[in-house]
Structures are given as C-alpha cells and as structure tokens.
C-alpha cells in the first residue's frame, strides 16, 4: 500500500466503514500482538483541552529527555499529524506500512474492505506505530466521550487526565453535565491515578464517583500554583489547562518518574499546538483557533477582548451542521467588526454559510457570504487594516484550509 492509496482507504473508511466496537478492535490488536499493552499511556478525555494537555504534557517529557509519542485529533492538514514521536511526525512509508497491516487483517476478518470505522483503524495504527518507535510514554487522546470511545480498550493507563467539560456531541454523550462527565470519566481504570480540570462541582462529583469505585487517586488542579511558570500557548484559557498539566507531572513523579522543576518550567514555556491560537503572521495579525463548540468559543472570546482590545478584527467563520450554531456564530463574531461567513472544502457535513449568517443577531456587524475559504480569506485581506486582525476559527477543517493556503499556497486535500 503506498501513502496515496493509504490515504484513499482512510477517507473511503470515514464514509463506508462501520464502527465495530471495542471487542473488534481488541481482537485486531490480538493478532498484532496487542501493542497497547506494552506501552506506558497517559490517556486524555475532555470536551476541550485535551490537545493542549498533550503538546504541554509532551513538551515537558520531551525536556526531561523522554521519548514520546502523541496521538490526537483531528488532524489539521495532513493525516501524519495525528501520530508523533517528540514532535515529528509518522513518514509516510510508516503510515502506509502499518495501515496496510490492519487493513489486511480487516479484509481477513470481514471478508472485504468493509471494516472498521476511520477513527478505529487510526488508533490500531497508533499503538502499532508507537510500539515499534520504543516510546517511553504515549500521550493518548480519545476521540469522542470515554468510556465507549475505541483508545479506551487499554486495561492499565498509567495515568489519566480529564480536561474541561462541556456541551458537545450530545447526542452521543447526552444532554447535561452530569451525563457527559459520566461518558468522559469511563476512561477512569482501577487502581490507575486521574489528574482533574478544576471544572464545577456538579462535574467533579461524578469523577469522585468513579474514582472511588475504581480505587483510582485523584489528583486536583484547583490550587496548583503557576507563579513563575511561561505558558507557550496563547489564551487564559490555557492557565486552567497548564494547572492540569502541573498536577499530572506530580501524579508522575509520585510514580517514580523523574520530572524536575527545569523540564517542567522549560516544557511549558517552549509548548506549540497547531490551529489552536496560533499567530501564523502580523500586519495584520492573522490567528487560528479552532474553537468548534460554545465552551471553545467563549474562550476565543474573551481572549480576543483581552488580548487584542486595541484591533480592528475581522473573523471568517464556518462551522460543521452538528454543532450549537446560534450559540457558537453569536459568540464568535463579539468581538469582530467584520464577520465572514464560509465552509471548508471538505464540506460533508459543513453548514451553509448564509444559514450561518442568517443567525447572526447583531445587525450592525458588517458581514459578508463567501463559499469558497480562500476567497474568503483574500476578501479579509481587503478589508481589514494592517494594524488589525483576522481570526479564522469555528472549525478545525476551515483552520486547516486557510494554513494550508498560508504555509504552502494551496488547500489540503486530507
């Protein structure tokens, strides 16, 4: 199998492809000699947070000299991203390679190319990949909720980490807090430590819950002190998150893993995360922030009010159709003195971007309608001066066309 048809396979999975399951995955992993097993995880459940959680928790191993690998998603440009050994990414001969091995054994166990679900066949790919690499840890995110959720078939994490709750994918995980931390918190093992977001109480109830249950030692961020630390990634937001970060460090520590003050406070200063407040260029200042839920968009928010009260902003915004879209386009487009409405290119489940702006309730907001992202982004140029800012944000597929176009003049086709 070559990277092109690698990639060919994944997309025709993400529509074709049927989730199989938990026992289907573990019986895959069988017959690869259950790499899962043989490595020491940090597994990481949230509605937000979880990517930050992994690039500031892998930058910190990374300067104690460990080797570690990060599987996350979504990616933003290209597939590889998802799989990282101290930051570089899987080659394309490896992804090929190891996709084609559970392919094959996909078409052995079903019978044809019917197999797995795309987010299914990438978490085989990871800890197949991560147990050849020789990783020291695996910094392991889940897809969606927890305890159903396919990264979740490992019995022993070596720790677990629970990032900031909130409403998203409720169909799936349901429609309060208390349901949704529930779904998160199935991630929590026996006898296996949980590092805990300093969220409401409603939330943490459930988690002690759990944890009681499970014999698992909780570990609280609330009162981790940041004085002296610099955090790498942009945002307030990130303080909470960096307190996570801290907590686990000494959940390690209290497992006998060498972590000192230096790798700590170096990690959290030299931490990067794509897409996710990132300043990709000035004059103007144009940022990505992939915030696709209201949770996530209350942040961006109030980050551009604190950050960046003195420019102008324009934001371009598109969204995918399962989201709380009056919410979400209402909260985004505060701060913004012009709003550009318009969708990825990968537009299966993007929303029209004039039902977008058709749900904009304040009338005063210039605003304007363009399908395609590129256009949409040289239309920002115009109109935005060069003291000013243009945010791109509402969902990681528009993030990464817009990179794209900035890094490499063209638009992903991943």
Not at 123 to 137: G, K, R, V
Not at 153 to 177: F, R, T, W
């Amino acid at each position: 199998m070559t990277h092109e048809q690698a990639q060919e396979y994944l997309l025709k999975s993400y529509g074709a492809g049927r989730k199989k399951g938990m026992d289907a995955v573990l019986a895959a992993l069988a017959l690869l000699g259950d790499p899962q097993e043989k490595l020491k995880i940090i597994h990481v459940a949230g509605t937000n947070g979880k990517g930050s959680f992994c690039a500031m928790m892998g930058s910190i191993l990374k300067e104690a000299g460990y080797r570690v690998g990060s599987f996350t998603s979504p990616h933003i440009e290209v597939f590889n991203e998802r799989f990282t050994v101290n930051g570089k990414m899987i080659s394309n001969d490896d992804f090929a390679r190891h996709l084609g091995r559970i392919a094959d054994i996909s078409r052995n166990i079903y019978g044809n190319d019917d197999g797995f679900s795309y987010f299914e066949y990438l978490t085989i790919l990871a800890f197949c990949y991560f147990y050849e690499q020789n990783i020291d840890f695996v910094l392991l995110e889940v897809g969606i909720g927890g305890r159903n959720d396919c990264t979740n078939v490992i019995k022993s994490p070596l720790l677990c980490a629970i990032m900031a709750i909130g409403y998203d994918h409720m169909e799936i995980l349901g429609n309060d807090l208390e349901s949704i931390a529930r779904e998160k918190g199935g991630i929590i093992k026996q006898n296996s430590p949980v590092a805990l977001y300093n969220d409401v109480d409603t939330v943490q109830d459930v988690f002690r819950e759990i944890s009681v249950e499970k014999n698992a030692k909780i570990y609280q961020s609330k009162n981790i002190c940041l004085d002296g630390m610099e955090i790498g990634l942009l945002g307030q937001h990130q303080l909470k998150n960096a307190q996570v970060v801290m907590t686990a460090c000494n959940a390690l520590r209290d497992l006998g893993i060498i972590l000192d003050d230096t790798h700590v406070r170096n990690g959290l200063s030299k931490a990067r995360h794509m897409g996710r407040m990132e300043i990709m260029s000035e004059n103007p200042t144009i940022i990505l922030e992939g915030a696709h839920n209201l949770q996530g968009a209350e942040a961006c928010a109030q980050n551009m009010r604190e950050l960046f009260a003195d420019k102008k902003i324009t934001v371009i915004m598109g969204m995918m159709n399962d989201k709380e879209l009056d919410k979400i386009v209402n909260t985004l487009a505060l701060p913004a003195e012009n709003v550009i409405f318009t969708k990825p290119h990968y537009d299966f489940r993007a929303t029209d971007p004039q039902n977008l702006m058709d749900l904009l309730k304040d009338t005063k907001k210039q605003t304007f309608v363009e399908d395609n992202c590129v256009d949409a982004f040289e239309l920002a140029e115009k109109i935005t001066p060069k003291d000013g800012l243009i945010l791109i944000t509402g969902s990681l597929y528009l993030v990464g066309d817009i990179r794209a176009h900035l890094t490499k003049g063209g638009v992903s086709n991943d």
